[in-house]
């Protein structure tokens, strides 16, 4: 079996370079391909909303109502404290490289359709509750899903045994049905990546142009996502969680590589929960608990590129943001990131909230949009890799003891 998973992520890797060299040199005919690209994330998110909503009913009937609460709050102080150390990192890389000093302010890009964000964080909480739990479901509400489906988990362990038995049964049995269905999925993996990398490269401007346009502001991004990967996560796998990060990443391999070549954690979550709880090892119940949950809130790499770009665009129109300012830079990040969808751009489009917060134009965006795809990958590949240390820290808090 282990040979088998081996054999995939290297199959993935080998469609990536395919599919770099496709975009570069076959630019017009990237359409060929593309269509793969599309076939597979339409079957990753086919899965998404079935598979948010039986894998937490299914983990909080088998956590147990006890012990509800106690998990929750340790996912939750995991979520934010490695949020917060995602965005000092940028921040403190963003005041010490200074890219935005001296950038070319011309707008290179559309900023249409980049709607000020402007709901309160108060209108955010009561909104999650859903009116129509269908229409939620249709829209792909995910915080109403999410709470919907907490409190379905939750009352299923209220009930008496014979209902609770069988709504149980139900609920694991349909997230089984799901994760045979992720299997098939799966397999498409190589191809599907192979085809939608092959139409990102043919879409993305000339490389080394931006570079030397957003060669500063990219490397400090970059940068910043590199410490957050390769030490601060790695440091909470090796001491909290006591696990190798080298053979932790080996076994979450396939969903990073698909949350690179997707842009997006919630397409990637049918693969992150499949290699979390069999390549590592952890329970189902953790894992159908932490990683939906995490998938919607908890995203590193997002909050990190939000504070770089929104510090960026203020050094770009020469203002020097006070400690205040900064600290409200660090708070909206935070609940920019909580509030960003899991799929491509999303972390763009929040960056309205904060700069409505320091009072910069909106219009700035257009600074930073035309590289936003590229670091669009590296930091949902952050955020995935961030999910899945979660649910080992949990796991581990909780007892449990891994394959790695
Ligand atoms: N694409 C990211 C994700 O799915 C969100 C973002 O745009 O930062 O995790």
């Excluded at 909303?49 to 995991?78: E, F, V």
């Excluded at 934010?80 to 995602?86: D, E, F, V």
């Excluded at 090796?238 to 690179?260: I, M, R």
């Excluded at 909230?353 to 990958?377: F, T, Y």
Aim: proline share 3%.
């Amino acid at each position: 079996m282990k040979r088998i998973r081996i054999k995939l992520h290297w199959q993935i890797l080998i469609a990536l370079i395919l599919g770099v060299f496709f975009g570069l040199y076959l630019k017009d005919h990237a359409y060929w391909v593309e269509w793969i690209g599309e076939v597979f994330l339409r079957g990753l998110k086919m899965i998404i909303i079935p598979i948010i909503l039986t894998s937490i009913i299914s983990a909080i009937t088998n956590i147990g109502s006890g012990n509800i609460g106690r998990l929750g709050l340790k996912t939750i102080i995991y979520y934010i404290s490695t949020s917060i150390l995602a965005i000092l990192t940028g921040l403190i890389l963003v005041n010490l490289i200074r890219p935005g000093a001296g950038a070319d302010l011309g707008l290179t890009g559309d900023v249409e359709g980049f709607a000020l964000v402007e709901k309160s964080l108060g209108q955010t909480f009561i909104e999650m509750i859903p009116v129509n739990i269908f229409k939620a479901l249709v829209e792909g509400k995910m915080l109403s899903i999410i709470l919907f489906a907490f409190l379905f988990g939750f009352v299923i362990t209220q009930l008496n045994n014979k209902h609770k038995e069988t709504l149980t049964n139900f609920f694991n049995a349909s997230f089984e049905a799901m994760m045979k269905l992720t299997m098939i999925i799966i397999k498409l993996a190589p191809l599907g990546i192979f085809g939608i990398i092959a139409g990102v490269v043919a879409q993305t401007e000339n490389l080394s142009e931006l570079a030397l346009r957003m060669g500063e502001y990219m490397l400090t991004v970059l940068i910043g996502l590199s410490i957050h990967c390769f030490i601060t996560l790695p440091l909470i796998q090796l001491l909290l969680a006591k696990v190798n990060p080298l053979k932790h990443f080996q076994a979450v391999s396939t969903p990073l590589l698909t949350a690179f070549s997707t842009s997006s954690t919630m397409a990637t979550l049918p693969l992150t929960l499949d290699a979390v709880e069999h390549n590592d090892g952890v329970s189902r119940k953790i894992t159908g608990f932490t990683l939906p949950l995490g998938a919607t809130v908890n995203m590193d790499g997002t909050a990190l590129y939000e504070c770089v770009a929104a510090v960026f665009i203020a050094q770009a129109y020469g203002l020097d943001l006070s400690l205040m300012q900064q600290a409200l830079v660090v708070i909206t990040a935070l609940l920019a990131s909580i509030g960003a969808a899991g799929v491509p751009m999303a972390g763009m489009v929040m960056i309205t909230i904060i700069l409505s917060a320091i009072g910069l134009p909106l219009e700035a965006i257009g600074l930073i949009i035309s590289v936003d795809r590229i670091l669009d990958m590296f930091r949902t590949a952050t955020n995935v890799w961030s999910d899945t240390t979660g649910a080992l820290v949990v796991a581990r808090t909780e007892g449990e003891v891994f394959k790695v």
